[in-house]
């Protein structure tokens, strides 16, 4: 079937010319918002993951809580001091996020203007496009190997949120831990509604009724499918919830707060 | 070879005209002989009036109700055409149509399921048993695409955007069909062996109609002018439940499915009114209680069998036309003139998974929830029974050459239309249609010598005919005759008639016919729909005026034609008899009757006693 | 009684084409369809607009109203603020024909090159069964009315040159509904990497936002068939899998079929007629 071509569609009149468009409502608000979010949000990670440890020292870890960006810790000895512990286990977040369907979305509208919003105008340098058919962005299609990888720091964060009750043997019920498990709900909500998992658990199947095994994987997969439809919801409250963590952890770890629990 | 030179010319063995359910079906049919096959429509692909159709295409499969026969399905469309239906075309749909609707399936089609894993079949007004294979409120959508695709595949030439204008016919019978394409107005011929004509109805000669601009009646016009014969003109089928508010929207399609599902007519003061109006004779049929009406809804609702009767609102098309009509004028209407149709007593989530279109359409249109509250209705002109004659098993008409199927031929209806035969007739008579077209177009000499000779004077003068409205510099405009023409039909030829506006009528269509031979259209000749009126009013003012002479011919009432002079069905006057019409030699429009075809024992039993 | 101004764009190839001014009275319930109808039927007899059922269920009348691509039946006057002009304009991404006409028959071409529906030949067909809920993925994209809408608003056709040919999302959701037909025996994943053009979305979802039959194109058939060209090419361990195992890559062949003989526990009175 590989002689079957695909005609060329003949040229339309959509005027050129970046943000060119007849719309007339403020399509930019959405891009815009989540644009300036994202950086923000990206920035401080990157720097609290990267850039602090090296700079400031270790001010991750403090009575039990891990900042979720280091974990599982990794801190081998021969780690010289310029490399921050987090990015040995950050690359993987990282790239689970910035191949994930709906992060793509969002930043090739509002980083690459392709397009800047739906019906509006692109910059003439798009005008040769190959987008995800080649190098770099064909190996978006490793999305799912993200996916499977990401398990791995979120089976330690559950770690890490129930160890944050126990720290050094008793009992304790701080705010830290509240953040932590409503963070790692968030996150798994966000791994779970992966619109790859979805396909692999069940969507990549033609019948759902056939077998016994077959019906059960289609029970999977509406459920998932019901996670799925709120994505991009998972993906920006995880988002957030992430770095509040960090940031809770950082202020403990530097006294600027107290973390408010009641101990057994 | 163009007979005329510098035409743009295309031969094809079958050129089907109109690309519907009936004309792709009958397409592929011809195709799958082996024929070069050309299918012309005035629309793009897949946009004609069966994308429309929503309720879905009767066929007794008996997957739903065991007791489901061909035998069945043949009584209940005999009967609901008030025995005027030609039996062997009644015969043939009923028995080929779950075939049919079979053979969609294998081609892609998805319809809705029922437990065990088969296709789905729902009740319909009429049909005695769930008979309506479905998808959802889009059955139309689901057929068009698969037989679409299907013709694709085929490697059907498809001609879309091109309007036929004048078949040309010569000794041979029909020859060629000239046209033009809508794009650019450049004129167009198409020489066939044999020609298919299936563009189906005429609902824009009404003001309220749930039809598109394309239903102006050009399949019959052209065949009437062509030297064929329509029959049953007068058998215009109201459908009872269009929308009625807002005024953009009047006269667009509530489908049947809502009853089908449950929805229960009401008049303003809350009466469920169909009691009142369901006929002596066929009493029985129907639920006798509120309650008992209830226990079928919940048994349908839940996909479990029952033993009630169907409710009142399930009866036929023309019965609750009048019904609701009745309500409006005696003053029980809705403040917008119509009545109530409630559906919102069933559980929400059912409704939007069994109408969804509906749910949007009322949403979208009319700012109204029909999970929550009741829809207000009206009847519309939805379909006409009437068509050109057609010889049963190869869809012939009286001009050699010349097939017909689907909405534009008559007989296979009679007096009135169940819900979803249409889809079927589309089904197994364009197939046939296509078979005889192909068995025609092959008993000719192969190649070029098996083409008939096309006329070039003819030709020349349907140039002629195609350029005058652009070329006159003064005239009537083309859009106050079609509004003048609406209001003739809606007001004297609607669903109630007598002598007098039938009379009054056609003294009108006259002068309207005066003034569409004086149209003049402005701009040019791309895509220009004041040009394309021009044509369809002339095709218009054609079936309106076959519609009012057979109205005015026939002084009884049956199904779908009510005389309020002629009240009662007289059939010892018109029992048996259809209205004919056919161009006289002086070119004027002559009708007259003929008698059905005498009906086989073996069928007659199958009807009972009565008939 | 209120008044629309609608700025309507007239127009053929080959000029530069203008906005012609009306105004239109205002009915309740009214959408720009209808005003353009009584442009029609009032000012402007000639002007050039397609449109059939009225219902938004033939997908004919797409027309860009004040820059974003809708069905103009189905778009009311009354979401409209109308002290301001109403401006219509066809669909973009395709060439004029005339006024708010375009030439769309290269969606036809393109949908002809997917290949058709195709079951297996072993079966007949009074065997097979499928249930509901093994066709509601199929039925959604069966819903679609063939507007065009969300090939005018990609990206992708609308403001691109690309080395190959891109199919659109429209036919994307009509090869997803036949990837996902569960007895289709067919294997199209080559043919959308390639002769599609699949690689060219970057699921930006603006043919999810315009789409009148809200299908989840984006969400529900172009991921879908992403991960699925991904399992078949992208995808080292399941090629290895494959290999391993002997399986032809891109044969279906194997695949469980709906039908009767290993059907699903309802089929009790299966058969029965
Ligand atoms: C809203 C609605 C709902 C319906 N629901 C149902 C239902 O649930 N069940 C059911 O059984 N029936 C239903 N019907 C009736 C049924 O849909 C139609 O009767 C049927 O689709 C007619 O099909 P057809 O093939 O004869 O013609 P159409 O599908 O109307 O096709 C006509 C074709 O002819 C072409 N054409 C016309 N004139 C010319 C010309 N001059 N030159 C070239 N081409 C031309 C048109 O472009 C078009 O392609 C419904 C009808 C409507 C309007
Ligand atoms: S999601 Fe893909 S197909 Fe849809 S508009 Fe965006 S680029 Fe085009
Ligand atoms: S997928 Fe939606 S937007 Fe695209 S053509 Fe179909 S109905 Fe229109
Ligand atoms: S799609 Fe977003 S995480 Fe996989
Ligand atoms: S006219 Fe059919 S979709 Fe608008």
């Not at chain 2, 889809?423 to 192969?446: E, K, Y």
Request: glycine share 10%; hydrophobic share 40%; with cysteine.
């Amino acid at each position: 079937m590989t002689t079957i071509r695909t005609p060329w569609k003949p040229p339309g009149t959509a005027r050129t010319g970046l943000f060119a468009t007849n719309r007339r409502d403020r399509w930019w608000i959405a891009p815009g918002v989540q644009g300036i979010l994202f950086t923000t949000l990206a920035g401080y990670l990157f720097f609290s993951g990267i850039v602090w440890t090296p700079l400031f020292g270790t001010a991750y870890e403090v009575d039990g809580y891990l900042s979720p960006l280091f974990s599982p810790l990794i801190a081998p000895g021969w780690l010289p001091a310029f490399i921050s512990p987090g990015l040995l286990i950050l690359w993987i977040p990282l790239g689970f996020r910035a191949t994930c369907y709906y992060y793509r979305k969002a930043y090739y509208r509002f980083y690459f203007a392709d397009p800047p919003g739906c019906a509006v105008g692109e910059p003439t340098i798009h005008k040769r496009y190959a987008m995800e058919s080649r190098l770099p962005f064909i190996l978006q299609n490793f999305h799912r190997f993200f996916l499977y990888l990401a398990f791995v720091p979120l089976f330690f964060l559950w770690v890490d949120a129930v160890g944050s009750l126990f720290p050094e043997g008793r009992v304790r019920l701080g705010l830290g831990s509240v953040i932590f498990f409503v963070n790692v709900v968030l996150l798994m909500g966000f791994s779970m509604s992966c619109n790859s998992l979805r396909h692999l658990a069940g969507g990549r199947l033609d019948c759902f009724s056939c077998t016994r095994r077959e019906r059960a994987q289609h029970s999977v997969w509406q459920r998932l499918t019901a996670l799925n439809r709120h994505h991009m919801a998972w993906a920006w409250v995880s988002f957030i919830s992430v770095s509040l963590a960090d940031v809770y952890v950082r202020l403990l770890a530097l006294g600027v707060i107290t973390d408010p629990a009641i101990r057994f | 070879m163009p007979p005329v030179t510098n035409l743009e010319t295309h031969s094809h063995d079958v050129v089907v005209i109109g690309a519907g359910g009936a004309g792709l079906r009958a397409a592929i049919e011809a195709k799958a002989a082996g024929l070069s096959v050309g299918l012309v429509c005035k629309s793009l692909l897949g946009k004609a009036h069966t994308v429309m159709a929503e309720g879905g295409v009767a066929a007794a499969l008996g997957n739903v109700a065991d007791a489901d026969s061909w035998q069945v399905h043949f009584r209940d469309t005999m009967a609901g055409g008030k025995y005027l239906n030609n039996a062997r075309m009644a015969q043939l749909h009923a028995m080929e149509a779950p075939a049919r609707v079979n053979e969609l399936e294998r081609w892609g089609a998805v319809f809705d399921r029922t437990p065990d894993g088969r296709i789905l079949q729902r009740p319909f007004g009429g049909h005695s048993h769930a008979r309506l294979a479905h998808v959802g409120d889009r059955t139309g959508l689901e057929m068009i695409r698969t037989l679409q695709d299907r013709a694709v595949a085929a490697g059907i030439d498809v001609y879309m955007e091109a309007t036929i204008t004048r078949l040309i016919t010569g000794r041979a019978g029909a020859t060629a069909a000239f046209g033009y394409w809508r794009a650019t107005g450049s004129p167009i011929l198409f020489r066939a062996k044999a020609i298919v004509l299936a563009t189906g109805g005429i609902g824009k000669a009404y003001e309220v109609t749930s039809n598109s601009w394309e239903y102006s009646g050009d399949g019959h016009a052209l065949a009437y002018e062509a030297g064929a014969e329509l029959i049953d003109m007068e058998f215009v089928q109201f459908h009872p439940t269009g929308m009625v508010w807002p005024p953009g929207v009047r006269g667009l399609l509530v489908t049947e499915a809502v009853r089908g599902e449950g929805g229960i007519l009401r008049n303003k003061d809350g009466e469920r009114f169909m009691w009142k109006y369901l006929p002596d004779e066929r009493r029985g049929e129907y639920a006798a209680t509120d309650e008992e009406a209830t226990r079928w809804v919940t048994a349908l609702s839940e996909g479990r069998r029952t033993d009630a009767r169907r409710p009142p609102e399930l009866s036929t098309r023309d019965n609750v036309a009048r019904a609701i009509y009745t309500e409006v004028k005696e003053g029980r209407g809705t403040p917008h003139g119509g009545v109530y149709l409630d559906i919102s007593y069933l559980p929400p989530e059912h409704v939007r998974r069994k109408l969804p279109s509906m749910y949007e359409q009322f949403k979208e249109l009319a700012d109204v929830d029909i999970t929550k509250g009741p829809m207000e209705v009206g009847p519309t002109t939805h379909y006409v029974m009437g068509g050109i004659r057609v010889e049963p098993d190869s869809g012939a008409t009286t001009v050699p050459g010349l097939f017909a199927a689907g909405e534009c031929a008559g007989g296979m209806h009679g007096a009135n239309r169940l819900g979803g035969n249409s889809l079927s007739d589309l089904l197994v008579f364009g197939a046939r249609a296509g078979a005889g077209a192909t068995s025609h177009a092959i008993n000719q000499p192969s190649g070029e010598a098996g083409f008939p000779h096309v006329d070039p004077v003819n030709v020349r003068e349907a140039t002629r005919e195609l350029a005058a409205p652009l070329e006159r510099v003064s005239g009537d405009d083309p859009y106050a005759i079609q509004r003048d023409l609406q209001a003739t039909m809606q007001s004297l030829v609607g669903i109630f008639r007598v002598q007098a506006d039938l009379d009054e009528a056609l003294t009108q269509l006259a002068a309207l016919r005066e003034r569409g031979q004086r149209v003049q259209v402005a701009g040019g000749r791309s895509f220009n729909p004041g040009w394309d009126l021009a044509f369809e009013l002339r095709n218009l003012i054609t079936v309106s005026e076959a519609i009012a002479r057979s109205a005015r011919q026939r002084t009884e009432s049956r199904g779908a034609h009510s005389r309020l002079d002629h009240p009662e069905t007289d059939d010892a006057r018109w029992g048996g008899l259809n209205s004919v019409v056919a161009r006289a030699e002086d070119g004027t429009m002559a009708v007259s009757t003929s008698s059905l075809p005498t009906v086989p024992d073996e069928l007659r039993a199958l009807l009972g006693t009565a008939h | 009684m209120d008044t629309a101004h609608l700025r309507v764009f007239r127009g053929e190839p080959n000029e530069p084409g203008r906005y012609e001014e009306f105004d239109v009275p205002v009915e309740e319930g009214m959408v720009v369809l209808d005003a353009l109808h009584w442009v029609q039927g009032h000012a402007a007899p000639d002007l050039a607009v397609r449109w059939n059922c009225k219902a938004a269920k033939c997908g004919s009348c797409s027309a860009e109203v004040d820059g974003r691509p809708r069905l103009t039946c189905k778009t009311r006057l009354s979401d409209f603020d109308l002290d301001q002009p109403i401006t219509v304009e066809p669909m973009r991404a395709f060439p004029l024909i005339r006024d708010l006409v375009t030439d769309v028959s290269w969606n036809y071409a393109v949908n002809a090159t997917i290949e058709p529906f195709k079951p297996p030949d072993d079966v007949p067909q009074s065997e097979w069964r499928w249930q509901q809920e093994d066709i509601e993925r199929v039925q959604e994209y069966r819903k679609c009315i063939e507007c065009f809408l969300c090939q005018d608003v990609c990206h992708v056709l609308r403001n691109h040159e690309t080395e190959r040919p891109f199919m659109g999302p429209r036919f994307l959701v009509r090869a997803a509904g036949l990837e996902m037909h569960p007895l289709d025996q067919a294997d199209r994943r080559e043919y959308l990497k390639d002769a599609g053009g699949i690689g060219y979305c970057n699921i930006t979802k603006c043919c999810t936002e315009v789409c009148p039959e809200h299908i989840k194109i984006t969400d529900n058939a172009i991921i879908p068939l992403k991960e699925r060209v991904a399992d078949e090419f992208y995808d080292p361990i399941q090629i290895v899998w494959r290999t391993l195992r002997g399986r032809r890559p891109g044969s279906a062949a194997g695949a469980e079929l709906p039908v009767l003989p290993t059907g699903p526990g309802g089929t009790s009175d299966g058969g029965s007629s």
